[in-house]
């Protein structure tokens, strides 16, 4: 017997966080079409259903992709990707009952993040689909979770580590513990998961990774604390606004939706050129360090996590949603008009016409969707 009483109320909770509703407020049929016609490319020419990988892929970076498939069919009521996620490898994985969660995601304790968002979104879908085995992807990701939860000490004040050798504190490990920690919450109601957010955010806080143009560098020294000034990459900037966004929804702490203006305003103030989203790395000519394939897909990340930050704070303030749709919609225009090739292949480099610096990845076309699906759901419609 695996439906149980605990299983059938997460079964219920999970159906009443949403990451997405398949509202018609915010859809617009054109970008929509957008979305999924990159969206099947991905699965026709990408992914590999003997595996449930990408064939040129990463673990991290496949969840990411499986999160935001799914993220896509939540938001427009689609099951165009149905069974994808019981086919996927973390799918697969979670559907087999021998498998050791607390080895599975590896030393990357962020990774292991990541893993846990995607589980959820398959478990969001099959759940609104009515499916079965919605709790044994619950199951694996509270499982994860607490893998990532036992990673915490009082080195540097508190903090989750980066791997499982701990000698390194840095952002995005501790920004996706704070965004699981208060998602957790809202879709659990488990007070666990809302003690970890406040302290998450509160050593966030208090760590100095937040540099005084409202960027969030890289990590800290080891030994000494302090912020080590390394790169203000794209995702570093978006994971905490799902963060944000997902304890706002929990306290109605308005003090947590400033911080997160306070970030994507410098993002969009820094991190950009001509309007558009620009990797530190990503450059039209093929010169410098290219990104490797880690950082071709950050700047979707970014486009996602303000997409759940929107969703999660909208109700209370939907002049934010009209704040930062201009925005979004750039983004994907860029990616429609400078980063897609004739093939639907998607390059990492957005802000320019590519002169031999754009690279063509799985990675880089899992961003561009995540832009795609971040504009379907909050961009401007023009055509509509
Ligand atoms: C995977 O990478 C190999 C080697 O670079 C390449 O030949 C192949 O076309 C790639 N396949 C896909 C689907 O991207
Ligand atoms: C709440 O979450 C914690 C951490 O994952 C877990 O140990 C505990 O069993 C959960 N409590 C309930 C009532 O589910
Ligand atoms: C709201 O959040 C801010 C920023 O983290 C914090 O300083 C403040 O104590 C919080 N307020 C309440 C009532 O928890
Ligand atoms: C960020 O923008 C501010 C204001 O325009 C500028 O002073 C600063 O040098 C910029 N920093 C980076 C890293 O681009």
Redesign the pocket.
């Known amino acids: 017997m695996r439906m149980n009483l605990l299983h059938a109320s997460l079964l219920l909770s999970v159906v009443s966080l949403a990451i997405a509703e398949a509202t018609a407020d915010f859809e617009c049929p054109p970008t929509v079409s957008l979305a999924f016609t990159e969206a099947h490319h991905y699965d026709d020419v990408d992914y590999d259903p003997n595996t449930g990988s990408s064939i040129n892929g990463s673990f991290w970076t496949d969840s990411n992709t499986m999160e935001t498939l799914h993220l896509l069919m939540l938001q427009t009521g689609r099951s165009d990707f149905d069974g994808l996620a019981d086919n996927s490898f973390l799918g697969r994985n979670a559907l087999i009952p021998f498998t050791d969660w607390t080895t599975f995601t590896g030393p990357f304790i962020d990774d292991a993040g990541w893993a846990v968002l995607a589980l959820w979104a398959m478990a969001e879908y099959k759940s609104t689909r009515h499916q079965e085995n919605v709790d044994d992807f619950l199951a694996a990701a509270a499982t994860v979770y607490d893998l990532i939860a036992s990673n915490w000490d009082d080195t540097c004040g508190g903090g989750v580590w980066w791997t499982v050798d701990h000698t390194y504190k840095n952002a995005i490990t501790n920004e996706l513990f704070l965004t699981l920690s208060a998602q957790g919450y809202l879709r659990f109601k488990n007070d666990t998961y809302l003690e970890n957010a406040k302290k998450a955010w509160a050593w966030i806080e208090s760590s100095g990774m937040h540099n005084s143009?409202g960027l969030y560098n890289d990590g800290l020294v080891f030994g000494t604390c302090v912020n080590n000034g390394e790169t203000?990459w794209t995702y570093n900037q978006g994971v905490i606004l799902s963060g944000l966004g997902a304890l706002y929804a929990a306290t109605s702490n308005e003090t947590l939706i400033h911080e997160a203006e306070i970030t994507i305003d410098a993002t969009i103030?820094?991190l950009t050129s001509n309007g558009v989203l620009k990797e530190s790395c990503d450059d039209v000519k093929p010169e410098g360090t290219p990104c490797d394939s880690d950082q071709q897909i950050f700047k979707g990340i970014w486009l996602k996590h303000l997409q759940y930050f929107l969703t999660f704070v909208r109700s209370k303030h939907p002049e934010l949603v009209d704040k930062y749709k201009d925005f979004i919609t750039s983004q994907s225009e860029a990616v429609s008009r400078v980063a897609t090739d004739p093939h639907l292949d998607i390059g990492s480099v957005w802000y320019g016409v590519n002169e031999g610096g754009s690279i063509f990845s799985v990675q880089s076309l899992a961003s561009g969707i995540m832009a795609h699906v971040a504009n379907a759901e909050y961009g401007t419609c023009l055509d509509n």
């Open positions: 143009q203000t103030l820094n």
